[in-house]
């Protein structure tokens, strides 16, 4: 079966590249998962709830608090918006959360100069127990987020199977391809599959999707932030080389603005993002995010830094000081004017193995281009 498997991989990697000229820098925007979850109840809570007015009002902060000019520029909708399938088996938002449907949602985005995103899962179900894109589907389902005229594709993998994911896949981005509007395509495949090789042909995602998941779901926390760099750290030199224009490794949602990270542990964590490349997709309420917070997500030299052309993802050189280099043609962090040939952050020993010390503080590059700390979460 496994060579099967790998052989079907071999064929689809020469018909099936999606060939879009998309995201050829990570991409920017707002994103809902992290912060408003699957809320559904407009009822008890209704500027919380995944609505259409939710996401009006998000794109009125992208566009009128200086958001979208500096590239954020992604309106994603995340799981729990599906109402059904119609009589044609046509995917339908929530009638009641989403009166206007999707197609003006997407034109609302459009008309302020914004990208609209939806979620859609490989599988019987989505995460949240709505309906899946089945591999009859497929193509259905292209055609529709087509018709709606969106702009990125999230396709996650739960209530699949490796074998439906490793066809239906590939199957999307060829049809996403052939209805002509170009659409993004983020991949959550490789995070199903372990997230490395031999289950995890990077060559093949590069070639199909223009960003993947390749581990755990972020949590508000500063414990899940390590957790994530950890296995970056560890995997880098598998991970560095398939990053790059138009396919990037995701670590997934900055989570600045909420409630598990301090001000110091924010700022590591849009510094670290920045280094390796990501995407950077806030997940937070912009209608009440703190100055201090948003002038972390708005730091025009972070941003800089993250959309170089060259589109290299940073590593770690030196283990027990933590410093992080991007080996990539830009101004040196506090220089303005001074091109280097790469650029260095001193940051937290993510993979040290002295973690019995007690905490003390890791030097950090600040945001502002001085020294900062920050602190180490122990053991």
Not at 178 to 202: D, M, Q
Not at 216 to 239: A, E, G, K
Not at 298 to 313: A, E, F, H, S
Request: overall charge negative; some cysteine; charged content about 20%.
């Amino acid at each position: 079966m496994l060579l099967k498997t790998v052989l079907l991989l071999a064929l689809v990697a020469q018909v099936l590249v999606l060939e879009n000229g998309l995201l050829r820098k990570p991409p920017m925007g707002w994103l809902a998962w992290e912060r408003f979850r699957c809320n559904t109840d407009c009822n008890e809570d209704p500027k919380n709830c995944i609505s259409e007015w939710l996401f009006i009002e998000m794109a009125d902060r992208l566009a009128q608090d200086g958001w979208r000019d500096l590239g954020y520029v992604y309106l994603n909708i995340d799981d729990c918006w599906i109402g059904g399938r119609d009589a044609e088996g046509n995917l339908v938002p929530d009638p009641k959360r989403f009166p206007n449907g999707m197609a003006f949602l997407a034109d609302y985005a459009h008309s302020l100069g914004l990208k609209l995103g939806i979620y859609e899962d490989m599988g019987n179900f989505t995460c949240m127990g709505y309906p899946g894109t089945t591999l009859d589907k497929v193509v259905q389902d292209a055609q529709t987020f087509a018709k709606w005229k969106v702009d990125m594709l999230k396709l996650d993998g739960c209530f699949s199977t490796p074998e439906e994911r490793a066809e239906g896949y590939p199957k999307m981005a060829a049809a996403l391809n052939a209805t002509g509007r170009p659409i993004a395509f983020s991949c959550s495949w490789p995070a199903y599959e372990g997230g490395l090789p031999p289950k995890v042909n990077y060559t093949l995602l590069a070639d199909i999707c223009n960003l993947w998941r390749n581990y755990d779901d972020i949590q508000d926390s500063w414990r899940s932030v390590l957790s994530i760099l950890d296995w970056f750290v560890t995997h880098q030199d598998i991970l560095q080389p398939v990053a790059g224009p138009g396919h990037w490794n995701d670590p997934d949602m900055l989570l600045i603005g909420n409630f598990g990270l301090s001000f110091e542990q924010a700022r590591a964590q849009m510094a670290l993002w920045t280094v390796l490349a990501a995407p950077l997709f806030m997940s937070t309420d912009l209608r009440t995010i703190s100055a201090q917070n948003m002038d972390i997500l708005q730091n025009p030299l972070m941003i800089k830094i993250n959309q170089d052309p060259l589109g290299i993802q940073g590593r770690r050189i030196l283990k027990v000081l933590g410093v992080w280099e991007q080996g990539r043609e830009t101004e040196r962090l506090g220089s303005p004017g001074n091109k280097s040939a790469g650029q260095r952050f001193r940051g937290p020993d993510w993979a040290s193995e002295i973690r019995s010390v007690p905490p003390s503080c890791i030097q950090s590059k600040s945001l502002l281009g001085a020294a900062s700390t920050v602190p180490h979460l122990p053991g």
